[in-house]
């Protein structure tokens, strides 16, 4: 399936529990029909340790968060609807 949206756009979450957040698209999964919009959908990893002299630590990153939740905005910095203009017969 084919994402309208692309990696590099300027998004708005439009549905959730992070609605009304703006943020870049970092990376988009077609198959999933997912996109990762950083700063949004944040969520803390603990890791471990790889040396016993290291100390364990933890990491905060952006989750996956639907593509029909998100909608690209404008220069203006409003919500679009299209992001092409439409064809006349």
């Known amino acids: 399936m084919k ?35 950083e700063g949004v959908n944040m969520t803390k990893r603990h890791m471990r340790s790889r040396r016993t002299e290291d100390k364990g630590q933890v990491i905060e990153f952006a989750m996956p968060i639907h593509a029909s939740n998100v909608q690209p905005v404008g220069s203006n910095g409003k919500p679009m609807r299209h992001s092409k203009a439409r064809k006349t017969a």
């Open 3 to 37: 994402l309208q949206i692309k990696s590099g756009d300027e998004v708005i979450v439009i549905a959730g529990k992070n609605k009304g957040k703006k943020g870049k698209v970092v990376q988009t999964l077609p198959l999933l029909n997912r996109v990762v919009v």
